[in-house]
Every structure is written in structure tokens, then in C-alpha cells.
């Protein structure tokens, strides 16, 4: 047995586990959490995919490529001449990993403020004994012991079959973000949120950018009329979508791969690109954890099974985040984390699945929270829906972006309301106002009565809300 006891042990350092871990600590538990992400140093890297090479490094890439387009494009508008713009992406680069770091270094600062013990390796089950032991393998090798178990290890790529990621021509979403030069042509398979959000960043550096997408619809999870106006607007701006096809053989060369796919008649096309970005979804990740020794339950996905409540098959191990059922998104796995904390205390841990909002990160931003409009038709459910386009909002015509619009649903006899969807400037922080309307179960007209000020894109949300009974103020 370690001499090493812990209340509880949290295996991974992703937005999930780290939250988790700081929660339990603040409750009192003595904790451990184990993380094996390496920087470029070999160091550690808390953080987990969100931080290292996901939300955090593609938002970075996000803004610096937008700041460019504008500079680019936008800047003469507002009168502003720019001479000689030119781009230096080493240093875009160089700033992006700059942003990584202070948050790998924020999360260190956190741990230590907070009392938690970090151990940087991989940590897999030993065996179960008066709670778990738990091997953490790193430069060194120990075993540490713990009562109950958090796994928080997250998600991987799914690679297409016979393409592999090598990272050089068919990139995941890690060597999407590290591209040494601007590529001349750039193909994405999936236009999912990573397919939309890599492929906006690189055109806007200059690439020419072609996503092929296997379903026929575009954004499927999206409500309908906002897919379409965001579809309308990435048009506009030079992304290729192709919808309905099939992607056959994926060669790759020196000169760069070449796609070959099926469009939607059913006519053989060949794509040649420089590189190709590979987004057709996550798999949960449970390799290193030697999830047998213990007889830990995975589905036929891989996926650690668990209850509402995120415990697993095994007494007192708990999973969350990518690596259980839900949508892989990083506020969902801190949620479940602090749910789970609080859980292991004896209180009462809740995460409403009805109000985790989604945000695409593109130009026009796509957010959403709640319900779709072809959701409440299939289920028969009797709504109300009211929209307001940003063109109409003083403060989008103020910035230059009048893309897009505000859409509620409300049920159509308690007006509480069902659904809010936004295209447009901003999305990802007007959805907040919806999330916590719809939190506390208000209806349309609570919105439309509360004071938004002016001039700001809120007010195309109070607008909506207005619209639900055709009363918009301003169109
Ligand atoms: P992870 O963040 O994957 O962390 C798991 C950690 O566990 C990793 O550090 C891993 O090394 C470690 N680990 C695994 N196994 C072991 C082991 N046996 N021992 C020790 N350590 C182990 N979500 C959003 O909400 N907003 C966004 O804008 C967003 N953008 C994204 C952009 C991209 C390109 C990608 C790929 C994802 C994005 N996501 C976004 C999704 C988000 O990153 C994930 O939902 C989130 O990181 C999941 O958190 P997690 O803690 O479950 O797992
Ligand atoms: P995704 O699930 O969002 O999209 C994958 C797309 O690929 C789908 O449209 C699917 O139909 C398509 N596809 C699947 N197989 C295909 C094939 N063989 N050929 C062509 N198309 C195919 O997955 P993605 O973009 O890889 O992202 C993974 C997850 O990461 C997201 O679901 C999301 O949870 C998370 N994420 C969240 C972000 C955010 O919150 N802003 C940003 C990026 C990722």
C-alpha cells in the first residue's frame, strides 16, 4: 500500500479534471490530480486538450487571423488606410502558444493555491483495494492510493479510415494549429464546429479552403434558419461546402494529398491540397488507464459508462467530460466536475443539460441554448418564434457587422421560453442572457420587459423577445 493516501485522485488535467480537483480541495478533501500532457520542454502542461490544443490556441488563431481580415478588408471602411499589410505568422504562432502557456501556468498557480498535489505522468489502475491504487508512471514510477476517483482523460481525434494523422499533410486539430506557412489550398473533411472554425482561420490567411461534409445538411444540430443564414454568410466569404458526399481514397504525397470523393449527384471528383484537416468527431479516450485490472464498464464507444450523476460501474470512481456520454464541450465537463465534487461531499451536484449553450467561434459567431425550431415541430410541441436581424441593432451598424440575427422560441400558451439561437457579432456573449433566462425558466416577455442598454447588440435580444408577439420596437 502507497504511503501516498488521498481523499481523491483525479486522472486528468483537462478542463474537466482540473475544476474538479479544485472543487474537491475547496471542500476540504485532501487531492491529488495526475495529468500526462508534455509540452514542447517535456514539462507539464495542465490544461488538458482545451487548453493545449483546443479552445484556448484555436481561439487565439480565431482572433489573430480575424484582426488581419479586418486590417485587410474591413479597416478602409472606417475610414483607416492600411499600406503594406503583410503577415508574419511565425509570430501569430509564437502568440498563440504565449496565450497556452499562461493558462497552463494559471492552472499550476490554482493547484498550489488550492492545496492540490499535482503528479505528472499517466495514471492507470492498479488494483481495487480499501478504495483504488492507482500507478502514476512518469520520469518516475510510484503508486498512489485514493478513496474515490475522478476520470477526466478526455478525448482523441477520430482519424478517417486509411488516413491517418501524420500531422504534416493530414492534420488533427493539433497540427491544424501549427502550420508553419499559409497553404496554398487547404481541404477539411467535416464541416463541424473544429471544420468551421480551422477552415476560417486559414482562408482568412490567405488559403483557398474546400470542406467536404458527408450529411446533406449543413450544421444539422443547429436550428434551421440560422444554419442557413451562417451557411449564406461562409459562402460569401470565399469557404467552399460541399454537402452530401462521400470521401473515398486519401492519398498523400510530397506535393501534398490528394481527396478523392463522390459529390451529392453521385459524380467521382478529386480534390489536390497542400493540406488536409481531419474533423469527423472525437473518440473518448480511456487508453493508458487499464480500465480491465479493475472491470471498469465501457460502451461500445469507449465511452466510460455512467449514470445521471456521472458515477461509473466500480463504487466510488466517477467519470466525467469527453470521456463520458454528452456533448464534448469544456463548460460541460467543468460542470460535471464540480457536480461530482460536491457529490463525494454529500451535497447535491446538478448540471442542466436543457441550458448548456454551444458556440461556433466563426465570423458570424453561431451560439445557441435550448431547443431548435425543427426539434419543437417533431415533437409536435406548439410554439411561438420571433427573430431580430442585427441589420436593424444600432450598435451592429456602429461596428460594421450586421450579419445575421436573434431567434427565440417560447411555448405557444406559457410563452416560457424554449430555445434562443443567434447568428452574429457577439453570439458567444449574448447567448449568457438566454442561458440564464431560460435557467430560471422565464418566459419571452420577462426578456422583452427588462431594461437593455443602448446602444448594444443586447438589444437585439430584447427585440426578439418582442417579437414573439410581433411587437418589435425598431423593425
Ligand atoms: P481533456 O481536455 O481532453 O483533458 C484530458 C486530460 O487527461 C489531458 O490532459 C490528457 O493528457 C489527460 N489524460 C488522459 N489519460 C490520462 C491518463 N491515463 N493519465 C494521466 N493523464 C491522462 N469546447 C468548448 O467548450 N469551447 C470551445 O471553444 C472548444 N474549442 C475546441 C477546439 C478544438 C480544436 C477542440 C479539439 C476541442 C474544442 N472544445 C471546445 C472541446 C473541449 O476541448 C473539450 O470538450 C474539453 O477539453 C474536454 O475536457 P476534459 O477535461 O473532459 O478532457
Ligand atoms: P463535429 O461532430 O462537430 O463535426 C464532425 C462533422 O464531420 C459532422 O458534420 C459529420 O457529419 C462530418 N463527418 C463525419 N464523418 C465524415 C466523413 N467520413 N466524411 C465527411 N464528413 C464526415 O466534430 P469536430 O468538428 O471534429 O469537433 C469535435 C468536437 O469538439 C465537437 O463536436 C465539439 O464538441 C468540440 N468542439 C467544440 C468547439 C466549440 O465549442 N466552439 C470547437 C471545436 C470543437
Redesign the pocket.
Known sequence: MSNKQFDVIV?????????AAIRAAQLGFNVAC????KNAKGGP???????????????ALLQSSENYDHAGHHFADHGIKVEGLSLDLAKMLARKDAVVKQNNDGIVYLFKKNKVSFFH????FVKAADGYEIK??GAAEETIAGKHIIL??????RPLPGADFDEENIL???G??RIGGVPKKMGLIGSG??GL??GSVWRRLGSEVTVLEALPTFLGAVDDQIAKEAHKAFIKQGLKIELGVKVGEVKSGKKGVSVAWTNAKGEAQTLEVDKLIV?IG?VP?????NAEAVGLKLDERGAIVVDDDCRTSLPNVWA?????RG????????E??VAVAERIAGQHGHVNFNTIP??I?TSPEIAWVGQTEQQLKAEGRAYKAGTFPFMANGRARALGDTTGMVKFLADAATDEILGVHIVGPMASELISEAVVAMEFKASAEDIARICHAHPSLSEATKEAALAIDKRTLNF
Open positions: 486522472i486528468g488535467g483537462g478542463p474537466g479534471g482540473y475544476v495526475i495529468d500526462e500532457w502542461a495542465l490544461g488538458g486538450t482545451c487548453t493545449n490544443i483546443g479552445c484556448i490556441p484555436s481561439k505522468g499517466r495514471g492507470s502514476v508512471a477526466a482523460t478526455g478525448s482523441n481525434p488533427s486539430n493539433d491544424a494549429l464546429v473544429i472554425e480551422m474533423s472525437r479516450n480511456t487508453i493508458g488507464l466525467i467530460g469527453d470521456v463520458v456533448p464534448m464541450l469544456a463548460h460541460k465537463a467543468e460535471e466536475g454551444w458556440v467561434y
